[in-house]
């Protein structure tokens, strides 16, 4: 690949080590704190485009954040309604396509085509395991015991509802994959993400990632660590993010409010850095993940406004990047700019939603097997094929 100087292992190469070395565990005391959260205040206030309950579930001396969506409640964010995901986002994607307008239309009709299947499934109406509200959720490691323990305490106390786990990738989780297979599990293709992997403390650098950190050491911006940040800097996160992935992209994308951002970084889930103009507001912001030995960046925004030569967006994902490799984390970058994730040293993989269903009523059951089948056979090529 151009612009790169380092050659990188396929996903096969790193599934050994990640499931001894990386594996997921949820903090207790972010879990409560999270879960606390979404309990003390509204959840529109929070994030401005959800409506959703938010619970804890413990099982084998394990815990997790619990979310509650009805389908009488869409639309709703994707990231607990997947109609939203598999229809709405799906049909918005094909704004890529733009300059192919037949094979647009194509994906379009194939969209349309599939959106009674997936309200015939009933997805909507669902209690998700692990999910921290965002785009991509670390998921812990779980044996078979463990999965058994989930289905049965999930399939009785909410019997009307599917069970769904999201952000679960052949990279990371290709255990639980299998544990949840096993014991009737779907697996639901959802997107291609990007994982980089190298954990060592001088990982091989890409030209691009040269270029980046010569950026970050002359830019005229300052820095911002994670102990600068005030309440006007979460009013600007709160700006900057929607700039990006609201304004620049889809508004489908979760709205993270400015009181979201401050309570999440006050209460120690996520940290925060980004630059700003030399004693004044930030022209960049990341908000970061780290849930046991894995990182995630759920939040990045930027000054759009500002020239693309000002390289905002590269510095920032440099320095989560850099974040990663300070504190030896496998940092799973999620999807979106595959291009400039790829010269940057990271590996694609299929992201998954797994679902039980095996309580619900057969039609609900016989859907979701359909989605399984079209999204294996169709969608994971499009994935692939087209890095989406």
Not at 108 to 128: E, F, K, N
Not at 236 to 260: G, I, Q, V
Not at 300 to 326: F, S
Request: charged share 20%.
């Amino acid at each position: 690949m151009s612009g790169a100087s380092m050659s990188r292992p396929d996903a096969a190469s790193l599934d050994g080590p990640l499931q001894q070395a990386d594996r997921v565990e949820n903090s207790p005391a972010k879990v409560r704190a999270f879960v606390e959260l979404f309990n003390g205040i509204p959840v529109h206030d929070l994030v401005a485009n959800l409506t959703v309950s938010v619970e804890t579930l413990e099982i084998v001396g394990r815990v997790f954040p619990l979310t509650l969506n009805d389908a009488s409640e869409a639309p709703n964010c994707y990231i607990c309604c997947p109609s939203s995901a598999y229809i709405d986002y799906a049909v918005d994607e094909t704004r890529n396509f733009v300059a192919h307008p037949l094979l647009r239309r194509a994906l379009r009709a194939l969209i349309g085509a599939c959106a009674p299947l997936v309200r015939a499934s009933g997805l909507d109406h669902q209690v998700q395991v692990n999910n921290w509200l965002y785009s991509t959720n670390p998921v812990p490691m779980l044996d078979r015991a463990a999965v058994i323990a989930l289905r049965a305490n999930l399939a009785a106390r909410f019997p009307d509802r599917a069970i769904v786990i999201r952000s679960l990738n052949e990279i990371a989780d290709p255990a639980t994959i299998a544990a949840l297979k096993v014991k009737g599990f779907r697996m639901l293709a959802a997107r291609q993400i990007y994982i980089f992997a190298d954990r060592s403390a001088a990982p091989a650098m890409t030209n691009d990632m040269k270029r980046d950190r010569k950026r970050l050491r002359t830019t005229s911006f300052e820095i911002v660590g994670d102990a600068d940040f005030g309440e006007t800097d979460y009013a600007r996160s709160e700006e900057l993010y929607r700039m990006l992935y609201l304004d620049k992209y889809t508004p489908l994308n979760p709205h993270y409010t400015a009181r979201y951002i401050g309570e999440m970084h006050r209460r120690g889930i996520i940290s925060l850095a980004g630059l700003r103009r030399p004693g004044g507001e930030l022209v960049a912001v990341t908000g970061l993940f780290e849930n046991g030995r894995t990182l995630t960046q759920p939040i990045v925004g930027y000054d759009t406004g500002l020239p693309i030569e000002e390289g905002l967006y590269r510095m920032v994902m440099a320095m989560a990047q850099d974040h990663a490799t300070a504190h030896g984390l496998f940092f799973n970058m999620s999807a979106g700019a595959s291009n400039f994730k790829r010269r940057r040293g990271a590996v694609p993989a299929i992201e998954y939603n797994a679902v039980y269903a095996g309580h619900l009523p057969h039609r609900r059951r016989m859907a979701i097997r359909m989605m399984e089948t079209v999204l294996a056979r169709i969608g994971i090529p499009l994935l692939r094929s087209f890095e989406l």
